[in-house]
C-alpha cells in the first residue's frame, strides 16, 4: 500500500524459528500479588450431543452452560511452572512455519491517512487472508486431526503460535454468528473493552480492543485490530491482523510491542450417532472450530539495550531476555483466549435462549 512496515519485530535466529511445543494441556494466568502458580487445564473439550425440535436445543442449552462452568473454572488456571520443551523436528523445519505465515514482503502495519487509507485496511487484511490455506496446512501441521479443544502453545522463542481445535455442540450458523459478534462488536467488561472504530463494508471490521492488567498489572495491552470475514456455505473463515500505527485511531505508548495474524477456521458439521429400537440414527448438528494464532512481542527497553551496545555480544542476557518475552507471549495469549472464550460462549447462551422461546412461541401457536 506504498507504506514501509514501522513495527518493531526482533526475529528470531533460524535455528529457533521452528515450533517447540510447551505444556498443551495447561495455562498460567499472571498473579498480581505474588506470582503464584497453580496448575490445571487450559481449555477443555466441547461434548456433542442432543435431540430433535425442542429437545435438542434443551440439549446444546445444557452443553453451552456446562462448557460456560468449565471455562470459568479455567480462566485460574495457570500453564505448568515445569513446561516441558522439546527441540523442534525435522519435519517442522521442513514446514518452514515462519515464512508461511510471515507477512507479505513490503507488507506494513501502519494505516496511513486520507484517500489511501481505504486502499490500505484491504491491503493488509487481504494478504492475511489469502494465507487460509497455509494457515490450516501449519495448524494441522500441528496437532493433526485432534479435536479435544485444549489450548497448544508453539514457542519459538519470541515467536508464539497459538493453536486450538475443537467440535462446538452448537449449530453453524449460532456459533458463526456469536464469534463474529463477539470479534467485532463493542463491549466493556472488567476483563476487556473492545471498541468498534471502522465498519469498513459488510465483511471488514476495524476494533481497538484493551485487555486491562496483561502488560503488567495496572497497565493494559491495547491492540487495534483489523478482521475480514469470508462466507461459503459451510466454512466462514475470520482472518485478523493488529495495526501498529494509526493516526486516526492512535494506540497509546506501551512498553511492549505486540503483533498477531490470526485465523479462526469454522466448518459445519453434521453428527450421526447410531440408536437401537427407538431410533435409529441422531443427527447433531455442530461446528468444528481450527483456530490459530502467530503472536510476537518485542519489550522496547530490551531492543534499546541491544542497539546502544557497540562492543562484543553475550547471547546469554539476550537468551534470557527472549525466553522471558516467550513466557509473556504465552501467558498473554492464554488470558485472550480466555476472555473471549466467555465472551463467546456468554452470546452462545443467550443465542440458544432466544431460539428455544421462539420455538415454545410458534409450538403454542400450532
Not at 487481504?126 to 486431526?145: E, P
Not at 562492543?311 to 476472555?339: L, Q, T, Y
Request: charged share 25%; glycine share 4%.
Amino acid at each position: 500500500m506504498g507504506c514501509v512496515a514501522s513495527h518493531k519485530v526482533n526475529m528470531p535466529p533460524e535455528d529457533v524459528v521452528g515450533p517447540v511445543q510447551a505444556s498443551s494441556t495447561a495455562s498460567r494466568r499472571r498473579s498480581s500479588a505474588a506470582g503464584n502458580t497453580t496448575t490445571a487445564r487450559s481449555e477443555r473439550s466441547f461434548k456433542s450431543g442432543g435431540r430433535r425440535g425442542s429437545a435438542d436445543s434443551s440439549k446444546t442449552h445444557d452443553q453451552v452452560s456446562s462448557l460456560s462452568s468449565r471455562s470459568q473454572r479455567s480462566q485460574t488456571s495457570n500453564r505448568s511452572k515445569g513446561s516441558v520443551r522439546e527441540s523442534s523436528t525435522g519435519s517442522s523445519r521442513a514446514l518452514n512455519f515462519s515464512a508461511m505465515l510471515e507477512p507479505d514482503p513490503g507488507t506494513s502495519h501502519t494505516l496511513a491517512d486520507g484517500a489511501f487509507r481505504d486502499k490500505g485496511v484491504h491491503w493488509i487484511i487481504d494478504q492475511v487472508a489469502r494465507k487460509t490455506t497455509a494457515a490450516l496446512d501449519v495448524h494441522a501441521a500441528y496437532v493433526g486431526d485432534d479435536t479435544q479443544g485444549d489450548l497448544k502453545l508453539f514457542d519459538g522463542g519470541d515467536v508464539v503460535d497459538a493453536v486450538r481445535c475443537r467440535v462446538a455442540p452448537v449449530p453453524f450458523d449460532v456459533f458463526t454468528q456469536s464469534m463474529w459478534e463477539t470479534l467485532t462488536v463493542s463491549v466493556s467488561t472488567t476483563a476487556w473493552h473492545m471498541q468498534a472504530l471502522e465498519m469498513v463494508d459488510d465483511v471488514t471490521r476495524y476494533t481497538q480492543v484493551t485487555f486491562p492488567n496483561v502488560i503488567e498489572p495496572g497497565t493494559p495491552l491495547v491492540l487495534n485490530v483489523l478482521l475480514k470475514k469470508t462466507v461459503s456455505p459451510d466454512r466462514v473463515v475470520v482472518a485478523l491482523r493488529n495495526i501498529a500505527e494509526d493516526n486516526l485511531f492512535p494506540l497509546p505508548k506501551q512498553t511492549i510491542t505486540f503483533s498477531v495474524s490470526g485465523w479462526v477456521v469454522m466448518d459445519r458439521e453434521v453428527l450421526n450417532s447410531r440408536r437401537s429400537f427407538v431410533r435409529e440414527r441422531e443427527t447433531r448438528h455442530a461446528t468444528r472450530v481450527r483456530s490459530l494464532f502467530r503472536c510476537r512481542a518485542v519489550k522496547d527497553k530490551v531492543v534499546a539495550d541491544a542497539d546502544d551496545d557497540d562492543g562484543p555480544k553475550d547471547d546469554a542476557p539476550w537468551d534470557a531476555a527472549r525466553a522471558a518475552m516467550s513466557e509473556w507471549i504465552m501467558d498473554a495469549a492464554i488470558h485472550m483466549f480466555h476472555v473471549i472464550e466467555a465472551d463467546n460462549i456468554a452470546r452462545i447462551e443467550r443465542a440458544v435462549a432466544a431460539h428455544e422461546l421462539q420455538h415454545a412461541k410458534e409450538a403454542n401457536n400450532r
